[in-house]
């Protein structure tokens, strides 16, 4: 007997996006840039909601980069204190949506607190199983790199591993992303269109929409617009 075979355009199964103008939004507004992160974490719960609607595997946000340990010290800790917020009042709706925490970067130049606030979710929620919630935390795409080539290296000089069966695979292994899907789709908002040292391994064929409005605007229905573009496009990975 035939089977029902119509054809369903598929769900990017890993979205990462790379939410950015918090600032410029706030300043169009005349308000401090705090006020731009703090409305961005409403985009982040509407995004998530969307994703798990959508049957999204997983979702990875850039929220705060190798590189933006640079800024004024002041808005870093305000950025912290914003996470630490965003990460206790985020736990109980892990739990009912069940969905899983993990966290890429460099974890260890957080903060303690947020360290230990993450170690915790991650823990709680690791049996979750209807989406995975990447958080890119001082996060680097070449300090990633650095630390898988880095890891070979040196098992490579203690004799594990020899120069020849590194390959593609055993890289990614090595990588902080291991065992999780490259991403089908990344967005990023605010017009820019560069990648700021995101998931630089990772991205080689995902498909990229540049989105103009700045990441407090991008709400569910951008999202969704995001996936129905991705749906029309054609993936072709180097072949015919
Ligand atoms: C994105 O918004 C959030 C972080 C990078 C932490 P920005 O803070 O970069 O906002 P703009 O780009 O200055 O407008
Ligand atoms: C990228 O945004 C990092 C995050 C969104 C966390 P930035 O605002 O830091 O990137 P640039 O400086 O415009 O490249
Ligand atoms: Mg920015």
Known sequence: ??????????????????MDGNGRWAKERGLPRLEGHRAGA???????????????????LYAFSSENWSRPVTEVKALMSLLDR????????????????????????????????????QARTAHHTAMTLVLALSYGGREEIVSAARSLATDAVAGKISASDIDGDLFAS?????GIPDPDLLV????????SNFLLWQISY?????????WPDFRQGDLFE???EYQR????????
């Not at 496009?233 to 015919?240: D, K, S, T, W």
Request: net charge positive; hydrophobic share 45%.
């Open 1 to 18: 007997m035939p089977t029902a075979t119509a054809e369903l355009p598929e769900i990017p199964r890993h979205i990462a996006i790379i």
């Open 174 to 178: 090595r990588l902080q992303t291991a």
């Open 86 to 121: 965003f990460l206790d009042e985020k736990a109980k709706d892990l739990d009912r949506q069940n969905v899983r925490l993990l966290a890429i970067g460099q974890l260890d130049r957080l903060p303690e607190k947020t360290r230990a606030l993450i170690e915790r979710i």
């Open 226 to 228: 995001a996936v129905q």
């Open 206 to 214: 995902a498909e990229i929409i540049i989105v103009k409005k700045f």
């Open 42 to 60: 409403e985009s982040v719960r509407e995004v998530m909601e969307a994703c798990i609607e959508r049957g999204v595997e997983y979702l990875t």
């Open 233 to 240: 496009r054609h993936r072709r990975f180097g072949a015919l």
């Open 188 to 195: 990023r908002t605010s017009g820019e269109m560069r990648i």
